[in-house]
T-cell receptor, first 117, second 111 residues
Framework: DSGVTQTPKHLITATGQRVTLRCSPRSGDLSVYWYQQSLDQGLQFLIQYYNGEERAKGNILERFSAQQFPDLHSELNLSSLELGDSALYFC????????????????FGPGTRLTVT | ELKVEQNPLFLSMQEGKNYTIYCNYSTTSDRLYWYRQDPGKSLESLFVLLSNGAVKQEGRLMASLDTKARLSTLHITAAVHDLSATYFCAVIETSGSRLTFGEGTQLTVNP
């Protein structure tokens, strides 16, 4: 158990709908990262937050958005869902994550499996 | 753009045999990670390699890093069935923070 929690574990929804995925980082970790794993694209970085601020952005669609709250938990919002959004969404956390030569490790949560029908 | 390539992508081996998985990356980095993933499960951290020449071993797995060649290897010694999983290498660019993953190597160890 990495200490990172994600809810829900599974989500089944229809095209055009909107969902919210939730992540709680390990105690003491300030950074939260979101990754998407699909058969087509593999494991891809979506976005990073560090202590409430967006720090880095990857291949995140405009239909997707995220935020990190003062208690450091994070939510990933996916809207106007398409069949191709079906994937495993992982959250990871780390102690550091600000720009610079910090050395740190990212710990992954159990993931949320999203199925869009 | 950082690219990370693993080979082979699929590896079927017999118990007791040795094999090596290779991970090449395209830009400067001094942080390389190996993860294991079982089907439908999360990513389990295996090794963190932080400097040129770093070598780490855990059980039947040994990982090494050559930053000059931009190459890491994951060596499997005397494979057992429990090692069957998908193995990913991932790299963080110097002064970056995001992990860029390779495609993964799906390892099957047959009795």
């Amino acid at each position: 158990d990495s200490g990172v929690t994600q809810t829900p574990k599974h989500l089944i929804t229809a095209t055009g709908q909107r969902v919210t995925l939730r992540c709680s980082p390990r105690s003491g970790d300030l950074s939260v990262y979101w990754y998407q794993q699909s058969l087509d694209q593999g494991l891809q970085f979506l976005i990073q937050y560090y202590n409430g601020e967006e720090r880095a952005k990857g291949n995140i669609l405009e239909r997707f958005s995220a935020q990190q709250f003062p208690d450091l938990h994070s939510e990933l919002n996916l809207s106007s869902l398409e069949l191709g959004d079906s994937a495993l969404y992982f959250c990871a956390s780390s102690v550091g994550g600000s720009n610079g030569p910090l050395i740190y490790e990212q710990y992954f949560g159990p993931g949320t499996r999203l199925t869009v029908t | 753009e950082l690219k990370v390539e693993q080979n082979p992508l699929f590896l079927s081996m017999q118990e007791g045999k040795n094999y090596t998985i290779y991970c090449n990356y395209s830009t400067t980095s001094d942080r390389l990670y190996w993860y294991r993933q079982d089907p439908g499960k999360s990513l389990e951290s295996l090794f963190v390699l932080l400097s040129n020449g770093a070598v780490k071993q855990e059980g039947r797995l040994m990982a090494s890093l050559d930053t000059k060649a931009r190459l890491s290897t994951l060596h499997i010694t005397a494979a057992v069935h429990d090692l069957s999983a998908t193995y990913f290498c991932a790299v963080i660019e110097t002064s970056g923070s995001r992990l860029t993953f390779g495609e993964g190597t799906q390892l099957t160890v047959n009795p």
